[in-house]
């Protein structure tokens, strides 16, 4: 059995299902009541959460519905949200589109939190860094002629260009093509920065495939670490939600929910 199907194994025992894929989005929710709200978020995205024979939204491993469970909380507490000691957030939506001015499908982060123009966009990873990766790019980027030739993150996308697999479970390609959107001035947005979070077993240590993940989103980090146009934060679930369960007995008993669902050791 793969890495993989083990842990969609315990996520279904974690929650007693028979299935991987749950029959209505609704059951993927630890708020279910609230359904209708994300759904017609999800619904205006690019990413195909909710198409298909087998919506990837269903699946017990789906980063979108662990993005959406984790973060929703925070709409109707949006003051007190911070995420790795930032904080002062006016709003929070999911798959907020970003055209990149090349045409094509626009990235969308699967998380955006507002502050004044001053965004952090979150990229949320489940199960993905699983499979292994291989930057590819739509000739369009080579046309790109302002100040983003100038970003870090630039001399990263020529990088990978040249050597697409540059990096085996991280996939950085899709950060660069964020970060051609978020940074395309049309969108006149302020020190934007993305968030890149990630989820482990607790026993990550024990995988190669967790460790060499881990050592690959510090290598990005450091490619592209003091950009004027996109920062960039990299941060584990486990770590994110042990900082909200220090807020208030509120967020607390959130985190316990969620771990109540995603938290698991494979043994």
């Known amino acids: ?29 630890l708020f279910p009541e609230r359904a209708s709200e994300v759904l017609q978020s999800l619904g205006s995205g690019s990413g195909g959460e909710l198409t298909g024979a087998h919506p990837k939204f269903h ?41 990149s001015g090349l045409g094509g499908t626009p990235p969308n982060p699967d998380v955006y939190l507002d502050r004044n123009n001053r965004p952090i966009c979150v990229e949320a990873k489940f199960l993905e860094p699983l499979a292994q990766k291989k930057a590819q790019f739509n000739e369009s980027y080579d046309q790109i002629a302002d100040a983003r030739t100038s970003s870090k ?67 990005l980090r450091e490619i592209v670490d003091g950009d004027s146009l996109l920062g960039f934060l990299a941060i584990r679930y486990a770590d994110l939600w042990n900082e909200w369960s220090e807020l208030n007995p509120q967020a607390a008993n959130h985190v316990e929910r969620l771990r109540g669902w995603y938290e698991i050791a494979l043994g």
């Open 153 to 219: 993150w630039y001399v990263l996308y020529d990088t990978l260009k040249k050597a697409p697999e540059t990096f085996t479970w991280l996939d950085a390609a899709q950060l660069v093509k964020h970060f051609f959107g978020i940074t395309n001035r049309k969108h006149d947005l302020l020190n934007p920065q993305l968030a890149y979070v990630y989820w482990e077993p607790t026993d990550a240590s024990r995988f190669v495939e967790y460790r060499e993940h881990r050592d690959e989103v510090e290598r």
């Open 1 to 29: 059995m793969t890495l993989r199907r083990r842990i969609e194994a315990a996520l279904r025992a974690k929650r007693g299902l028979d299935d991987t894929y749950v029959k209505r989005p609704e059951d993927n929710l």
């Open 59 to 99: 699946s017990v491993g789906s980063s979108s519905a662990l993005a959406v469970n984790s973060f929703f909380y925070w709409t109707d507490h949006i003051d007190e949200l911070k995420i790795a000691d930032h904080s002062g957030f006016k709003s929070l939506d999911f798959e907020r589109k970003f055209t």
